[in-house]
Antibody, heavy 121, light 107 residues
Framework: EVQLVESGGGLAQPGGSLRLSCAASGFTFNAYWMHWVRQAPGKGLVWVSRIYGDGSTTNYADSVKGRFTISRDNAKNTLYLQMNSLRVEDTAMYYC??????????????WGQGALVTVSS | DIQMTQSPSSLSTSVGDRVTMTCRASQTISNYLNWYQQKPGKAPNLLIYDASNLQSGVPSRFSGSGSGTDFTLTISSLQPEDFATYFCQQSYSTPRTFGQGTKLEIK
């Protein structure tokens, strides 16, 4: 059974940092793109970042580029999101999601339960 | 970035109704269009991928169609558990943009 479990959310001050983790199980982790998607309270879904299976390729939304860093430890089957220079507008539920394992398989078929990040002074 | 526009933003419906919602991309995305259902306090759940393919375990009352820029999600006979918010997402290019959602409400 595929499982994704996020952790590391919490309260941070503007300008502060947090690191989210997403522990994966039930599939060959290093074979899949992994993504972070966020959702501000009462708002829609916003894609944040993705990383290729071997970690060689990463992409970011413009809103987080230069502040957030996605990474993965395939030996630990864990995805990370290091969030620096946090802003109030980064307040959201952050979901990790499994992407594709080929160029033709591009959808997010499994999601974690989410980690809540609140940025406030 | 590709903009995704969903309509309507909300829809008042009844159990048993046939429901159709649309998603329009700002440029052609072939069939790289996915639909997700989200219930309050829960993570999104994949319903349809590549415009018309039903994800495993999803009831057959859900169907998707379209290609290019215009797409449709149809629920043939609405069930009580279908009252939720539905998001489309393009997977043609990065960033993987989502529509703003269509919320199904009980009439």
């Amino acid at each position: 059974e595929v499982q994704l479990v996020e952790s590391g959310g919490g309260l941070a001050q503007p300008g502060g940092s947090l690191r989210l983790s997403c522990a994966a199980s039930g599939f060959t982790f290093n074979a899949y793109w992994m993504h972070w998607v966020r959702q501000a309270p009462g708002k829609g879904l916003v894609w944040v970042s993705r990383i290729y299976g071997d970690g060689s390729t990463t992409n970011y939304a413009d809103s987080v580029k230069g502040r957030f860093t996605i990474s993965r430890d395939n030996a630990k089957n864990t995805l990370y999101l290091q969030m620096n220079s946090l802003r109030v507008e980064d307040t959201a539920m952050y979901y990790c999601a499994r992407g594709g394992n080929s160029s033709t398989r591009r959808y997010f078929d499994f999601w974690g339960q989410g980690a809540l990040v609140t940025v406030s002074s | 970035d590709i903009q995704m526009t969903q309509s309507p933003s909300s829809l008042s419906t009844s159990v048993g109704d046939r429901v159709t919602m649309t998603c329009r991309a700002s440029q052609t995305i072939s069939n790289y269009l996915n639909w997700y259902q989200q219930k309050p306090g829960k993570a999104p759940n994949l319903l349809i991928y590549d415009a018309s393919n039903l994800q495993s375990g999803v009831p057959s009352r859900f169907s998707g169609s379209g290609s290019g820029t215009d797409f449709t999600l149809t629920i043939s006979s609405l069930q009580p558990e279908d009252f939720a918010t539905y998001f489309c997402q393009q997977s043609y290019s990065t960033p993987r943009t989502f529509g703003q959602g269509t919320k199904l409400e009980i009439k």
